[in-house]
């Protein structure tokens, strides 16, 4: 084979404007080792990449080696820029995946340690994950084995709060024409997301499509860790889930407005990202 590749998993969530990382204490993170610099390191036997920000080098250790497993709570995490512009979270967990399987365990023990944690606090599971996002990214580097050179890229599945809505303070409904099955539903002014990720994402999107100048990326956590998703050269793929109960018709409309508006953003064409040797 001329290309080797390499991947790496990271998985944060957002709630209240607060990161937490969902790998870290993992047993699958001391398992696979962690990709962290700042971090102590767990491998079994084999070398790992160590990673910060889009610089890496080579590390390797013996199994006598233990990573000490750090809760999220007492890492510290910061969304970073860095110097080709990839925005990250400094601190995260990252995972080096070989295989489909790995990262399902991943994801597995992600949740289950996460609803370990919200039993522990007595939070309802279904309120929190009803106002929480969840970031997972998929960074890939493949490179030829013979010249060295290579290309690197990511990809991220986000996973969205709840889109309730709040009627604005202000807000006298109006009567829309925009035709019969709307007809009967507030202006979208009238309403607002009731998560501020999610009203600052709108925000986003409107000063995107308007090409004004100012961007309000930083005003939300989510929108500030997904500038890079939103701008450049990327490929954007939102997917709407819209409920038929007729209660949720206001909540399905303004989702559906939002994608709408979302759809007319111009991000730009995806270009390939070198590594040299």
Not at 96 to 116: G, P
Not at 247 to 258: G, M, N, P, Y
Request: charged residues 25%; proline residues 1%; glycine residues 6%.
């Amino acid at each position: 084979e001329r290309y080797e590749d390499s991947f790496s998993l990271s998985i944060v969530e957002v709630y209240d404007e607060r990161l937490t990382d969902l790998l870290a204490g993992t047993n699958i993170a001391g398992k696979l080792g962690i990709i962290n610099k700042t971090d102590k390191i767990i491998i079994r036997g084999r070398e790992r990449h160590i990673t910060s920000g889009s610089k890496s080098s080579r590390r390797s250790a013996s199994e006598d080696e233990v990573y000490s497993q750090m809760s999220s709570r007492s890492r510290k995490l910061e969304i970073r820029t860095s110097n080709d512009g990839d925005t990250f979270v400094q601190g995260l967990a990252t995972l080096s995946v070989s295989t489909i399987q790995e990262v399902l365990e991943c994801w597995k023990q992600a949740v289950l340690l996460r609803a370990t944690r919200l039993k522990e606090q007595g939070v309802d599971p279904k309120a929190y994950e009803a106002g929480s996002h969840i970031i997972a990214t998929m960074k890939i580097i493949s490179r030829n084995i013979a010249t060295g050179v290579g290309t690197q890229g990511k990809i991220q599945f986000v996973d969205f709060a709840g889109a309730d809505l709040v009627q604005q303070r202000s807000s006298k409904i109006r009567r829309t024409r925009m035709n019969d099955v709307l007809s009967p539903i507030g202006n979208s002014n009238d309403w607002k997301y009731a998560n501020k990720s999610l009203s600052t994402l709108l925000d986003v999107v409107s000063a995107r499509e308007q090409f004004e100048r100012e961007i309000p990326y930083r005003n939300s956590t989510v929108t500030h860790l997904l500038q890079d998703a939103l701008e450049g050269d990327t490929k954007l793929m939102m997917i709407v889930c819209v409920s038929s109960d007729p209660s949720h018709v206001q909540e399905s409309a303004s989702a559906l407005r939002f994608a709408s508006k979302t759809k007319r953003i111009n991000i730009g064409r995806a270009t390939k990202h070198s590594l040299q040797r």
